[in-house]
């Protein structure tokens, strides 16, 4: 019985196919977006750009881990387990702009 | 529920989960170590894209990334990064992450109604996510070999040094991705694999779809911003 406990405590609903090609078209339309933002002299230039390229990869980011890796649907030690090393990562990161800008 | 009800369902969990060793946490233990793996990977890339950001705008001879410039032997140098050839291999790879969770599905409901014939084949996905891996390793192939013929190497300038250190780390993670899913293709092919294997193509596509996104932040960061 303690198997079939554990079977049901991490057994989730995955995504369909159709979810899966609805979240590759997303992801293509934001690259899409990544690049023609690029090639904007205007947009490139102003202070918008950088926050924007930045906005898009996090969605990006997040799709992928959310629905591809199953992140949204798997158990939450998991999930402790990528974001606790991710913001390590993050505020290391951030860190070491401060402390070597200029 | 009578004693051999019990028993009968018991032998039957046992059965379906007979390649499964679950922890005390009720978790799969391949499935954690994966998971703590990639937060570990999380790290490396987290302080090779912090070493690429610290030095970024302060080489001091060109080739530089996004600016063109002269020599002082008067050769001039165009910006080096070519975004129409990287744009293309960012959708190839991004793709490869759609291949893989659909192999993923075909090995989970294989037998099942609806993953039946070439589309519902893991073979086919996973021979598709491998070939779209090794056309993204085409493509960086092709980009370090026309950055060194337009003088930029790893000893050339700080942003030569990390950002070779940088990409050539991440293709070689998508390097080791392609060797796994073509043995989990040789697995399929001499004696397939179903559901009771879903756990190793799991593991797989996790480390796949985490190769996938490093790649979606050194597009963005490396490649994009100016």
């Given at each position: ?80 387990l990528f974001?606790?090393p ?17 | ?31 954690v170590a994966i998971w703590a793996f990639i937060g570990s ?186």
């Open positions: 019985m303690s198997n079939d406990r554990a079977h049901a405590d991490h057994v989730h609903e995955h995504p369909t196919w159709k979810q899966y090609k609805w979240v590759a078209l997303w992801l293509f339309v934001i690259t899409v977006a990544e690049v023609w933002a690029y090639y904007i002299p205007a947009l490139v230039n102003s202070k918008a750009f950088v926050p924007s390229i930045l906005v898009m990869m996090v969605v990006k980011f997040a799709i992928v881990v959310m629905f591809y890796m199953h992140l949204k649907y798997d158990h939450a030690i998991f999930r402790k974001m606790g991710l913001l390590i990562a993050g505020a290391t990161l951030v860190a070491f702009l401060f402390l070597f800008r200029g | 529920m009578t004693t051999a009800t019990a028993a009968t369902a018991a032998a039957g969990a046992h059965e379906a989960h007979e390649h499964t060793h679950y922890t005390a946490t009720g978790l799969d233990n391949k499935k990977e999380c790290m490396l890339f987290g302080s090779l894209i912090s070493t690429y950001l610290i030095y970024k705008g302060r080489s001091v001879v060109g080739p530089f990334p996004h600016e063109a410039w002269t020599s002082p032997t008067g050769q001039v140098f165009k910006p080096i990064l070519d975004i129409p050839v990287t744009s293309a291999s960012t959708f190839v790879l991004l793709m490869s992450s759609l291949f893989m969770v659909l192999a993923l599905a075909a090995v989970e409901n294989k037998g099942k109604p609806g993953y039946e014939g070439t589309l519902g084949s893991s073979k086919f996905w996973l021979l598709a996510t491998a070939l779209a891996g090794a056309t993204f390793l085409g493509f960086q192939a092709y980009e370090f070999t026309s950055f060194v013929h337009e003088g930029l190497t790893i000893r050339t300038n700080l942003f030569g040094s990390s950002f070779f250190t940088l990409t050539g780390f991440h293709g070689a993670h998508v390097a080791v991705g392609v060797l796994w899913l073509m043995t989990l293709l040789f697995i399929d092919m001499k004696r397939g694999l179903g559901p009771k294997d879903a756990i190793l193509v799991d593991i797989c596509a996790l480390y796949w779809h985490f190769v996938d996104v490093v790649w979606i932040v050194i597009f963005a960061l490396v490649y994009l911003i100016k």
